[in-house]
């Protein structure tokens, strides 16, 4: 087993990985020319010399660090002239620094930096969508040095997952903690909107309410058996993929303190977990966070009203109750009030066997097979009171966006 892990550039998460079997961390600068999986916003600030001092310290731990160029898209910089000479300037420095491993989402990026480092390892970022042997055998006779299979195709099916497996022999990544509804048809539009929201000179300066995530999360308050129609695996799981082949695992969490991280890796490498399952799966609700970076972070959020001056001036005050309810939450400080929803990692015991044993979910739907619907009124607890408070600020903004009315100064009228 070995991990490859998110970190958020605290230099105490390093010491704290210590006899873990950690192959790499992963991160990058708060923006770039290319962009990333992350929206700014949510995300502490980063230089170039943190990326460094970070770079090193690694190093120094025989820890590799990787780093991210792994947006979707990055709005065809490059292939301006502009644009290769920052992504060229980027990529040298990085190189300068001791950072070898790299982690992207297209094609010509891999190219790109094959052409120019030989001996660079590059990572095929869970954003390229391999899901079927077919693709990963093309990225493989691209030169891509280890693939990140998309958890929201292949993370529940044992036959996919063997004929990909078979396919290449490049190593093969999961993505254990993410949690996103399976198959997601938000997905493709998402990692677009998140790549805009990541890249320097992008028009909306890096902050942008999350449409995407806005809509599931007010889906998930609806639906609590939505949470185990997803992508996740737990630790105690992590023997059915071994069986597989698979024993490279991926945590996501870039934005999280440093003693949840290390947390979600105590539990992976320990394969137990006792609690809240939304404590290693979700990027929101924790306890603690460094101290400069909060206030950073803070700051940062703040100023996204500045930016929201091109919506309807009404539509502010909204929005500032999303942010005084997402910090209750815990999104950028300790939570404050008690979890939504629970979910009982013990009552999931066993519950991974049946999914694999009737070949997955990809070919389902969950209306008609209703496996989750059962476990989820034994396993998941909802506090309604939490909940409709969440929904009552969500739902107005969400139709707005989805009217217009947001940016518009006047009420739609029929």
């Not at 995530?213 to 949470?227: G, M, S």
């Not at 930016?307 to 942010?323: D, F, I, T, V």
């Not at 209703?370 to 600020?393: E, F, M, N, P």
């Amino acid at each position: 087993m070995k991990f490859s892990l998110p970190t958020n550039f605290d230099p105490r998460y390093i010491e704290g990985l210590k006899g873990y079997p950690v192959t790499e961390v992963y991160g990058k600068m708060l923006t770039d020319v290319i962009g990333g999986g992350r929206l700014s916003q949510i995300l502490p600030a980063v230089s170039l010399s943190d990326v460094r001092r970070h770079a090193t310290l690694c190093k120094k731990n025989g820890i590799g660090f990787n780093y991210l160029l792994n947006a979707a898209n990055s709005d065809n910089c490059e292939y301006t002239r502009q644009g290769q000479e920052q992504l060229t300037r980027l990529l040298d420095d990085l190189w300068g620094m001791g950072v070898e491993r790299f982690t992207v989402a297209t094609p010509y990026l891999l190219r790109f930096i094959k052409a120019r480092y030989a001996k660079a390892w590059v990572k095929i970022s869970v954003f390229a969508q391999v899901g079927d042997p077919r693709k990963a055998r093309q990225w493989e006779d691209m030169g891509a040095d280890e693939i990140v299979l998309d958890s929201l195709l292949v993370n529940r099916e044992v036959a996919t997952l063997l004929e990909i497996r078979r396919a290449v022999k490049v190593p093969l990544q999961l993505l254990v903690n993410n949690n996103c509804y399976y198959g997601c048809a938000h997905s493709p539009y998402h990692m677009s909107v998140i790549a805009a929201g990541s890249r320097r000179g992008s028009k909306t300066s890096g902050f942008m309410p999350d449409y995407c995530f806005l809509r599931c999360t007010a889906k998930k308050l609806r639906q609590p058996e939505r949470h185990l129609m997803a992508d996740w695996i737990r630790p105690e799981d992590l023997s059915h993929y071994e069986e597989l082949g698979y024993d490279n695992f991926k945590l996501s969490g870039r934005n999280m303190p440093t003693d949840v991280l290390l947390m979600r890796l105590k539990a992976y490498a320990g394969r137990r977990f006792e609690g809240n399952l939304l404590d290693l799966i979700q990027d929101f609700g924790r306890t603690a966070v460094a101290g400069r970076r909060a206030t950073a972070l803070k700051s940062r959020l703040n100023s996204l009203f500045i930016w929201l001056g091109n919506s309807a001036p009404l539509k502010l005050a909204a929005w500032r109750k999303l942010l005084d309810l997402s910090r209750k939450q815990g999104f950028f400080s300790a939570s404050s009030i008690e979890p939504p929803v629970v979910i009982d990692n013990r009552a999931l015991d066993g519950f991974l066997g049946p999914i694999l044993r009737m070949g997955g979910c990809r070919n389902r739907l969950c209306e008609d097979c209703q496996y989750c619907h059962g476990i989820a009124a034994k396993a998941i607890s909802v506090r309604a009171a939490s909940r409709d408070t969440i929904l009552q600020v969500q739902e107005p903004l969400l139709q707005g966006m989805e009217s217009g009315e947001f940016w518009r100064a006047s009420s739609v009228r029929n």
